[in-house]
Every structure is written in C-alpha cells, then in structure tokens.
C-alpha cells in the first residue's frame, strides 16, 4: 500500500544552519508530494507540494524537488531561523487515492538561537 | 479564496459522552471531504473520505458507529465522535480538496479533550 517514511523524529539545527529533512514515498500511482508544516497548537498548513519530476519548487525560503526515480521529496532551506521550529510533515496523495493524504510520521525541527 | 472552517475549535467532555464537530467550506464546492486525527505525539490518521451523493468509506480501525458523519451538500460535514474516551483525544481536522494538486484544504481543527 501507500506510505510515507520521515527518518528523523528531531532535529536540532542552531539558527543560520541549513537543514535537510528527508522523505521518502511508496505508491504505485502518479504522485503529489506535499510538505505540511504545523506550529504548536495550529492546524498544519501546507508549505510546498509538486507533482512534477525533478522540478525545484519553493516557497518561505523552503525548497524541495521530486525526484520519482528515487521516490523522494526531501524538504531543504539554507539558512534555518528561529521561526522555523514547528513540525513537518511530508504528505503523498495521487489521482487514485480519491483526495485522502497519507502522511508520515512528522519531524519536530527545533531551531536554537 | 477558499477557506475552511471548523467548529468548535476546542471542547473537553467526559469519558463515555459524545461530541459533534462541524466543517464548513467557503469559496469552493466541497465535493468531498476528508476527516483526520492527530493523537497526542502522533501522526495524522485519515478517519474517513465522505464524498456528496456517495458513501462515506472508513478507514481500517475507523467506522461509522463511531464516527458517524453527514455530509448533506457542497459546503457543510459534520462528524460525531460517540461514546468518546481518552484515546479519542486529539486534533481532528477536516479537508477538502482543492484544484489540480488533490491538494487539501485544511480547517483550524477541533481539538478534543476527554475527561
């Protein structure tokens, strides 16, 4: 079935650092991607998403590409600040799924000064 | 721009009682619409898909006994938690799906806290 895998549960960066957070997805379906990224006691709210292979998007500073050949969507931003720490989640959907996300299990970023 | 609401944003009730949350979307037609949760120190788990005019599909570990839903027409859903208890604590979010990416738009979440 579908799934989403985020490696890292915390990561600790110290502000100006740049930061990598990994996803990676299976599906059998043409994917979306998704980054969602929830503050404490928000609802999440989405960051990037992409459809397309190895196309960069960006948005705040965050980038990430889709890379279908390694089935990745790793979330980057060169210079973290302290406004960055929130959770992360990366989020698969395809045409097929009927609208559902499937997320993974979310990364706590913590940005120290 | 399209919008979705929720409500109430939060509510306590006690262990065994029954709780009903609302989802309202403005500025787009919400053909469908997806329930989720998020418990303490986890993910979020997709509940349901309730799509107008078709049946509602539950996720596994899901069902209707519990969580009934109405999703009556294009703008509005509701969901009951019945019979609630401390692992039903949590944010319980409500999506639709906007153009192109099946990207969803989110509420602010009911957050849920049992007695």
């Known amino acids: 079935g579908d799934s989403v895998t985020q490696t890292e549960g915390l990561v600790t960066l110290t502000k100006g650092l740049p930061v990598m957070l990994n996803c990676t997805y299976q599906?059998?379906?043409?994917?979306?991607l998704f980054w969602y990224v929830q503050h404490l006691n928000e609802a999440p709210k989405l960051l990037l998403k992409?459809?397309?292979?190895?196309k960069r998007t960006e948005h705040q500073g965050f980038y990430a590409t889709l890379h279908k050949s390694s089935s990745s969507f790793h979330l980057q931003k060169s210079s973290v600040q302290l406004s960055d720490s929130a959770l992360y989640f990366c989020?698969?959907?395809?045409?097929?799924?009927?609208?559902?996300?499937?997320f993974g299990i979310g990364t706590l970023l913590s940005v120290k000064p | 721009g399209a919008l979705v609401y929720q409500y109430p944003r939060r509510t306590i009730c006690k262990s065994g009682t029954s709780m009903r949350m609302e989802c309202q979307a403005v500025?787009?037609?919400?053909?469908?619409v997806a329930w989720y949760r998020q418990s303490p120190q986890k993910t979020f788990e997709l509940i349901a898909l309730?799509?107008?005019?078709?049946?509602?599909?539950?996720e596994q570990n899901f069902t209707q006994e519990k969580f009934p839903i109405s999703h009556p027409n294009l703008s509005f859903s509701s969901m009951t938690v019945l019979n609630a208890y401390l692992e039903d604590r949590g944010l319980y979010l409500c999506?639709?799906?906007?153009?192109?990416?099946?990207?969803?738009?989110f509420g602010p979440g009911t957050r849920l806290t049992v007695l």
């Open positions: 989020a698969l959907s395809h045409g097929s799924s009927g609208n559902k996300l499937i």
């Open positions: 599906t059998t379906y043409s994917p979306f």
């Open positions: 992409s459809s397309t292979d190895n």
């Open positions: 500025g787009f037609q919400a053909t469908s």
């Open positions: 309730s799509t107008v005019n078709s049946a509602i599909k539950y």
């Open positions: 999506g639709a799906p906007g153009q192109g990416y099946a990207e969803q738009f």
